[in-house]
């Protein structure tokens, strides 16, 4: 069975442009979260979508948005980027809430904004 | 307020040797959740175990094994006779339910586990 899939592996970007990161949920599996991770600040939870509804979101600003489509693939896209976005993002599955069954997580994008 | 502590920031052991992560949670709620998931540097996190607030056993498998306490608000990690392979960071969460069918998620800030040959 395969596992879950981040593309790209790496990201490099410029301060002010976007970027969009695709996840790909272990097969079967409907809800997709996000999460950032930083040296400083940890495991962040951005969002969860669970049959291409939002139905979870966590305190990033607007700059930070997701969505998911039929096939339970997601794309995660920050714009404006700032230096500070610079992490690794993770993308975790669940065949339900992931909060609460637990989740597995993809190998993560990282990426580093100049 | 929902919080997870993890205090030992890093840790190192000789192979081998037994080890004791520890976790300590803050929640007001009756009902949640603890899991643990160990992070290689290949950088996924990998779902170790979770645990629902109403089953206190403690749980053991393979080398690893976890201890429980509502008391104390604590929900421990050892690994026994620790290998090479066992070197990670190891987080430690906490999940509990926001009433609108949706769950809060917070993870620890993590113990990096060095396992010296």
């Known amino acids: 069975k395969a596992g879950v899939t981040q593309t790209p592996r790496y990201l490099i970007k410029t301060r002010g442009q976007q970027v969009t990161l695709s996840c790909s949920p272990i097969s079967g599996h409907r809800s997709v979260s996000w999460y950032q991770q930083t040296p400083g600040q940890g495991l962040q939870f951005l969002f969860e979508y669970f049959s291409e509804t939002q139905r979870n979101k966590g305190n990033f600003p607007g700059r930070f948005s997701g969505r998911q489509f039929s096939n339970s693939r997601s794309e995660m896209n920050v714009s404006t980027l700032e230096l500070g976005d610079s992490a690794l993002y993770l993308c975790a599955s669940s065949s339900g809430q992931g909060a609460y069954y637990g989740y597995t997580f993809g190998s993560g994008t990282r990426l580093t904004v100049v | 307020a929902q919080k997870v502590t993890q205090a030992q920031t890093e840790i190192s052991v000789v192979e081998k040797e037994d080890v004791t992560l520890d976790c300590v949670y803050e929640?007001?709620?009756?009902?949640?959740?603890l899991f643990w998931y160990k992070q290689p540097p290949s950088g996924e996190l990998v779902f170790l175990i979770r645990r629902n607030s109403f089953d206190e056993q403690n749980e053991i498998s393979g080398r690893y094994s976890w201890n429980f306490q509502k008391s104390t608000s604590s929900f421990n990690f050892t690994i026994t006779a620790s290998q090479v392979v066992d070197s990670a960071v190891y987080f430690c969460a906490l999940s509990e339910a926001q009433g609108s069918g949706t769950y809060k998620y917070i993870f620890g800030t993590g113990t990096r586990l060095k396992v010296l040959a």
């Open positions: 929640t007001r709620d009756t009902t949640y959740y």
